[in-house]
């Protein structure tokens, strides 16, 4: 059964988001990492991602770890698109198909591919989503992500 095109997108977006917080807003303190915002990226961030700021209220002022990471996003995505903006099991469907796996990797590809550009100031999370869309349509990310379904497909069949 194939999963909707827009829970896909909004799950998606919500891991990339939480990414794009620890890649420009990581702070040391005492040996840990924080997400750490002044009060002017606090009132920015919650005016122009409304929608994810409850997330960063998750994290921010934690240490951090993959852990907090992790679920800091599964109980966001729970509370926030399960039975209330998609119908029930959605996302776990979604976290589960090859094509949730195939955006994660297509994403993490366009992070690396991009660092030394991404790394010269601190780019709004709308830049990083237009822009990475715009990676998404050239034909080498297209090569990859055929690449990589026939991939999983392959990976799958061999555990069924």
Not at 136 to 151: C, G, H, M, P, T
Request: hydrophobic share 40%.
């Amino acid at each position: 059964m194939a999963i909707p095109q827009n829970a896909l997108t909004d799950t998606a977006n919500v891991f990339h988001f939480e990414f794009w917080l620890r890649y420009y807003f990581i702070e040391e303190r005492d040996g840990k990492l924080f997400i750490a915002l002044t009060d002017e990226q606090q009132k920015q961030m919650q005016a122009q991602f409304a929608d994810y700021w409850e997330l960063v209220e998750r994290v921010k002022d934690q240490p951090l770890s993959p852990e907090l990471s992790q679920q800091s996003v599964v109980e966001f995505l729970q509370l926030n698109l399960e039975s209330k903006k998609f119908p029930a099991n959605t996302v776990i469907k979604v976290l589960d198909s090859k094509e949730f796996s195939t955006e994660m990797y297509l994403f993490d590809t366009w992070v690396s591919l991009h660092e030394e550009q991404l790394m010269q100031k601190i780019y709004g999370f709308d830049y990083w989503m237009h822009a990475y869309g715009d990676w998404k349509e050239s034909e080498r990310a297209k090569q990859l992500a055929q690449s990589l379904q026939v991939q999983l497909k392959g990976e799958r069949g061999t555990m069924n």
